[in-house]
């Protein structure tokens, strides 16, 4: 039951990218822990499991991949909402975007993103990325200290 | 007491003489007494202004003034008469036929010869033409002046739209080329002992022109960056940086037989990092197409600064160009070898170009085929240190 809490949310409007980052995921061994939302409202929803995602299991994800640009609710804007909830702000937000531009990179950690990867045009470099930004899962699976 | 009627016989002739001079002026002349009240008009004022001298006599004249002339006129001609000062003043005075005229006055004291003040003696000029002349000028300089404001907004709004182009092109295109190269990644990576070795072929050649077109972005993402980052200039030590850059690419040298010769160059005022992208440029540019010469000489040197800008060169003996198409070197992907003769994107001389560009200098080249080629730049002198 436990195991099953421990999900990653990717939140990612291209589908393929959806299908690369899980096919990088998989290569860490990660991909069965990840539930993926294609714009931020979705997002939004599932963190504060209401509208389609009202009877989502209690629990919140061990990490959030959050694309930058997103249909609806914007990247920003969903980690703005993450990081002003008492009971979300201590899960980790790894920003993914292809932008390399220094102000997203800048208002990202201002509202408190944990990390920030830019996603790699190499395959090889994309998969060092994500299993990078998977290592909060690894980090949070640790037994925690009792 | 009496005169001696010889002295009024003088004086009278005196009179009439000064009368004639003053009459026969192609100037109009006026005098005024110690209340500052016109006393004399010469002919030529009085044909000017077509009036009669009872006319113009006392404040007369001054009915002739342009009304908004007037108070200005009045000002200055009392200020300078109550300091006994000579005056210069220009203002529009109505012609005998309506049409008002500028005219420059200018006013003088004169004194008895006993040294004191006895009035005014005044000269006047039409100088409507000559005002005509400088309005006009003005007004073709504001006209000239705005259309060139006109133009760089319109130059400025151009270049914005065209930095967000290619900000947005190479950002936009940057997707869907990861999702090729991921995909064929992970093709190799599910499907690769099923597949033939053309097959296998192919999909390296997919990768390379995938991985290609990266590096073309990319560097077209930072050709962008380099329109749009601001400039943090100081003081460079060219030299320094020269020294700093060739010790770096010796890395790259192999080999090969390099004969460096560099300076003595001067400081500039510029941005250091992209100074340093500049001169990385031309150094490694140099350096690629002199590979096959069995010794290779580089010379990095400058001349004396002229109006405040050095002028800097980087000097091959590699296989240069043809002069005809030194125009085409400094455009993006601009390139004068195929890629498989010399690598590179065809960006470098483009980014060096705008770097200079941007510091308020110029960057042109000089060559024969085959014999080498040389880059000259030119860059502010450095300032005084405060």
Redesign the interface.
Known sequence: VIERLKRILLVEDSANDVALTLAALEEAHLANCVDVVRDGAEALDYLFRRGAFCNRETGSPVAVLLDFKLPKVDGLDVLREIKADPGLKLIPVVMLTSSREEPDLKRSYQHGANAYVVKPVEFHAFVDAVKEAGRFWAVVNAPPPS | MSVDPRIKQALREEDVRFRIMADCAPVALWMAGLDAKCTFFNQFWLDFTGRSMEEELGDGWAEGVHALDFQRCVDTYLTAFNARRPFKMEYRLRRHDGEYRWILDHGTPYFTADHRFAGYIGSCVDITERKHAEDAAREMNEVLERRVADRTTELQKANESLEAFSYSVS?DL??????V??????LERDAGDRVGEKAKEYLHLIADA??RM?RL??EL?EFSRMGRVELSQSRVNMEDLVRDVVQFTAGDIGQRTVVWEIGPLPAVHGDPSMLRLVVENLISNALKYSRYRSETRIAIGSSPAENGKSVFFVRDNGVGFDPQYAGKLFGVFQRLHSSEEYEGTGIGLANVQRVIERHGGKVWAEAILNQGATFYFSLNEAREEP
């Open positions: 950002h940057r997707a869907p080329l990861r999702h190269q991921g995909f064929i990644h992970l995938a991985k990266g972005i990319d993402l």
